[in-house]
């Protein structure tokens, strides 16, 4: 079984290339689910006909649903959250510090996130494809389970686990859950981000940093769609004719451009006259997408770990492989066996290999490819 993600900049039409994405494999004889994290209900408007939340046929062997996060809150979170707040109310601490300590930041993402992975683990599914909210609410979303990883941390360290045994059991469930999640996402074979684009130059220079981000969270992106390329003006004539070749050769450059900048395909779509709704009209969009090609088989595979580590005489080498936008500016901090890497607003604690945990940065090089750090060992480790 295998997820395919579809995020990019709010307007692009990922909602339309994931429904034409699962359309194309339920084609092809797979059993495909389509379901949107999007509050908005676009999918909808896709198949021309009104989804819920549990899958429906819309074709053959082509099922969608729209996931209700604020339902999920309401009929899951509530009732837990209210059960947390009695337990830190019980161990003296104040009403205001009770309810602060039970907010759970970006909850209704979360529990869509759950819902995706439910619906892909007991479903007859091939293929879930996934039609994601804008970027920057996809990267919120995927970060969830390391951020909310630190929130159990938090109530560790205000001991309320230790305190009642039914909080601690509660909290450990979770804790096992968002570790499945983060394992789900970080699965390469299982797991795949497809990020569309439009042919702007705005619209690229997010692309990169989306990927940077990415890798940084250790999910695998393997292909980007151009979409809404404007279509070759060949034999017509007229100021609308002109317009058309010159805005078509501006997008050409701007793809030239990041195609040389990445190796991953970028695959382009024509902008339609007509909005496409509805499954034939949805496969047509794919057979220009994919041409006769199988849709899983035109991604990237996964490509080097996020780190590799090569020895240099006493010294190592450690390479991030983070595909680096232009103008980005990393940073790097040590945060006692962790590395902290921060690119364009993007943060991670990287956990060091053993072998260089006593040893110390002396170098950093960046490159389209990545970062590449020196560790030299210290005065008491040398040889």
């Known amino acids: 079984m295998r997820i395919l993600l579809f995020t990019g900049k709010g307007g692009v039409g990922k ?11 339920a084609a092809f004889g797979r059993k495909a689910l389509v379901v949107s994290t999007d509050p908005a209900h676009s999918l909808a408007d896709a198949f021309g006909m009104a989804l819920a939340a549990e899958p429906a046929e819309v074709d053959t062997s082509l099922y969608a ?18 059960h ?56 919120r979303l995927l970060a969830l389970p390391e951020a909310i990883a630190g929130y159990l941390d938090r109530m560790r360290a ?9 909080a601690a ?19 390469a074979d299982t797991t795949t981000v497809r990020l569309v684009l439009t042919p702007e130059r705005l619209a690229v220079a997010e692309t990169r940093r989306t990927l940077a981000a990415l890798a940084l969270r250790g999910v695998h992106v ?19 004719a002109a317009w058309l070749r010159t805005r078509r050769a501006e997008q050409d450059a701007v793809l030239a ?28 969009v794919a057979d ?54 921060t690119v364009d607003g993007t943060r991670r604690l990287v956990a060091l290999p053993l072998m260089l945990r006593r040893h110390t940065v002396t170098d950093a090089e960046a490159d389209s490819a990545g970062l590449l750090l020196r560790f030299t060992p210290g005065e008491e480790d040398r040889p």
């Open 158 to 166: 205000a001991r309320l686990v230790a305190e009642v045994r039914a």
């Open 222 to 240: 393997d292909a980007l769609v151009a979409n809404r390329v404007v279509p070759r003006a060949r034999r017509w004539q007229g100021p609308a």
């Open 257 to 284: 451009e990041l195609d040389a900048s990445t190796p991953l395909t970028v695959h382009r779509v024509e902008h339609r006259a007509a909005e496409p709704v509805g499954a034939a009209a949805l496969l047509a």
């Open 65 to 82: 649903a729209h996931i209700d996060a604020r339902g999920l809150v309401d009929r899951h979170w509530s009732t837990l959250r209210e």
């Open 15 to 25: 909602t339309t290339l994931a429904a034409a994405t699962a359309a194309r494999m």
């Open 288 to 341: 220009e997408l994919y041409a006769d090609t199988d849709p899983l088989d035109v991604g990237r595979p996964p490509g080097a770990p996020l780190l590799s580590v090569t020895e240099d005489g006493d010294d190592y080498l450690l390479a991030i492989a983070l595909p680096l936008p232009d103008g980005s500016d990393p940073d790097l901090a040590r945060v006692g066996d962790d590395l902290a890497v």
């Open 84 to 139: 947390l707040r009695r337990v830190v109310a019980g161990i003296g601490l104040d009403a205001l510090d009770a309810e602060e300590l039970t907010v759970l930041p970006g909850v209704d993402e979360l529990l869509a996130l759950t819902e995706v992975a439910r619906l892909a683990e007991t479903g007859p599914w091939d293929v879930v494809v996934v039609d994601c909210g804008p970027t920057a609410e996809t990267l």
């Open 169 to 187: 059991d509660t909290v450990g469930t979770l804790a096992t859950h968002l570790a499945g999640l983060r394992a789900l996402l970080t699965d």
